[in-house]
Each structure stands twice: as C-alpha cells, then as structure tokens.
C-alpha cells in the first residue's frame, strides 16, 4: 500500500514570495490534514479536511494560508506572501475517516522543509 | 485547553538497556486518547502506541509500554531492548474524542539517541 506522498521535499524562497505544497492521501482515506512543524516544536494543525470540505481551519493564518482539496482526494497548501516565521516542516496525513468517535489511525507523509530568508 | 508537556529535550541509551520517555498531560475531559509517535530523520511520523484514557490496562506494543496514570496525567513511554533503528524524535500526544475535530496535541518532543 502506497503511503502519504508529498511535494517537494524542500523549498527555499524569499520573504513575501508565494509557495504551495502538493500532497496525495493513501488511496480510500477520506481525512487529510495539513500540520506545521516549527523547529524545536511539535506538529500543529493547521487544517483538517473530511473529502472536500473543512472540518477544522480554526489555527490557519487565513490572510496568507490558504489550502484546498476540490476533488477529494489530494490537496494542495498555499502560502501568500511567506514570511520568515512560516520556516517549517509542513506535514500532510491522512485517515481513513473522522473518528466515530474512536479515532482512526493518522498516517504522515514525509514532510515539505519550507526555508523563507 | 489541553496542553502536552515532554520536559526532556534528550535521552541516551545503550543499546539492549532500557529507557523511559516521561509526558505530562492537562486536561478537564474525563475521556481522551493519548499516543506516542516516533519520528526519525525522514520526518514521517509513525504511531508506536496508543491508550485509551477509559481503559486502566496499560497499553503494550512488542518492545514498546506505556505507564498510563490518570489522576498524575501522567503517560510515559518505557523502550525496553533498545535497538539502534529506535534513535528518533519521540512525540507525545492528547487527541479528545469531542467535537468534529480529529486534531492531535503534540508535545515538544524529546530526542532520543541509542550507543552501541
């Protein structure tokens, strides 16, 4: 079983440049998140989709974060214009569904290093 | 709201010794899931354990046991038989079974290095 892929590994780029991330769930899962990692810290949510709708944006900087999964299946991220605290691993998992209520399994993809200077 | 607390930014261990890795909890929920995940240099996260805050059975996975204390929100992670591939970051977190959220709390995690 093919597990969460995530595109690209790395991204360098320049304060108040735009960048998006791509990532593909394992196939069947209906729950994708998206979760920032700063260094030293542990992942945050950012957002939690349930097929193609939002289940949870409350922690996303919606006035430069932006993330969409229009056919529910991947998704893709968006930063809009990046500042230097955006620096972080940008993680995607996914679940087979929303726990009901016990939760299911959340399995990560690799993570996209994201460094803005 | 809940927080997760890893007061260990590293530990070492020899390889075969044992090693336990020390969380700490707050919540006012009665009910909860609380799981330790491990994550190496490739960055992906894996679940190595999972407890059900309604079940007072510590939770075990082959080399891998938690010692589970509610009243001290207590939920530390005992590695027995180290192995060099268990050398990772290893995360701590709360997920409450309320609301329609399925958001896991991490904690800040601790390092862990294992020496032949």
């Not at chain 2, 490739?42 to 999972?50: E, F, G, K, P, T």
């Amino acid at each position: 079983e093919a597990g969460v892929a995530q595109s690209p590994r790395y991204k360098i780029i320049e304060k108040r440049q735009s960048v998006a991330f791509w990532c593909n769930p394992i196939s069947g899962h209906a729950t994708l998140y998206w979760y920032q990692q700063i260094l030293g810290q542990g992942p945050k949510l950012l957002i939690q989709f349930q097929n193609n709708g939002v289940v949870d944006d409350s922690q996303l900087p919606k006035d430069r974060f932006s993330a969409e999964r229009l056919k529910g299946v991947d998704s893709t991220l968006k930063i809009q214009p990046a500042k230097l605290e955006d620096s972080a691993v940008y993680l995607c998992a996914s679940s087979l569904a929303v726990s009901d209520p016990v939760p299911y399994e959340q399995y990560f993809g690799p993570g996209t290093r994201l460094t803005v200077t | 709201a809940q927080t997760v607390t890893q007061s260990q930014p590293e530990m070492s261990v020899q390889e075969a010794e044992t090693v336990t890795l020390s969380c700490t909890y707050d919540t006012s929920e009665s009910d909860y899931y609380l799981f330790w995940y491990k994550q190496p240099p490739s960055r992906q996260m894996i679940l190595v354990i999972r407890q059900e805050a309604y079940k007072q059975q510590n939770a075990t996975e082959n080399r891998f046991s938690v010692n589970f204390q509610k009243a001290a929100k207590s939920f530390s992670l005992k590695i027995s038989d180290s192995q060099l591939g268990d050398a990772a970051m290893y995360f701590c977190a709360y997920r409450s079974p309320y609301g329609n959220t399925d958001k896991l709390i991490f904690g800040t995690g601790t390092r862990l290095q294992v020496f032949p």
